[in-house]
């Protein structure tokens, strides 16, 4: 079975930056693709990024060129650095193990905690 954790987020004034974590127990964790998704208020769970287990990193169109996801497998962890942030980017942010098909993320696990950022002044 396993588990996500994720940590990192916090309030932060727009055109700010915050680095996200995605903790993982399991090997299985080093192959498989992790992505990330977010759920502001009021709206649907959307997927904003992924990232394979070779590396291979894909994003969603508003966060592209601001948002970076990387893994670090030896840590199980995968992370999203978020850059040049916007209100419309507040959400509860999680991550999950991912799989696509025909250009679309699907998470494939049970969903975590997730963690809360606020992009506002």
């Known amino acids: 079975q396993v588990q996500l954790v994720e940590s990192g987020g916090g309030l932060v004034q727009p055109g700010g930056s915050l680095r996200l974590s995605c903790v993982a127990s399991?090997?299985?964790?080093?192959?498989?693709?992790v992505g990330w998704w977010r759920q502001g208020p009021g709206k649907q769970r959307e997927w904003v990024a992924a990232?394979?287990?070779?590396?291979?990193?894909y994003y969603e169109d508003s966060v592209k060129g601001r948002f970076t996801v990387s893994r670090d497998n030896a840590k199980n962890t995968v992370y999203l650095q978020m850059n040049s942030l916007k209100p419309e980017d507040t959400a509860v942010y999680y991550c999950?193990?991912?799989?696509?098909?025909?250009?679309?993320?699907?998470?494939?696990?049970?969903w975590g905690q997730g963690t809360q950022v606020t992009v506002s002044s």
């Open positions: 990232i394979t287990d070779v590396g291979s990193t």
């Open positions: 399991g090997s299985i964790f080093r192959v498989n693709a």
């Open positions: 999950n193990l991912a799989a696509s098909y025909r250009s679309t993320w699907f998470s494939r696990h049970s």
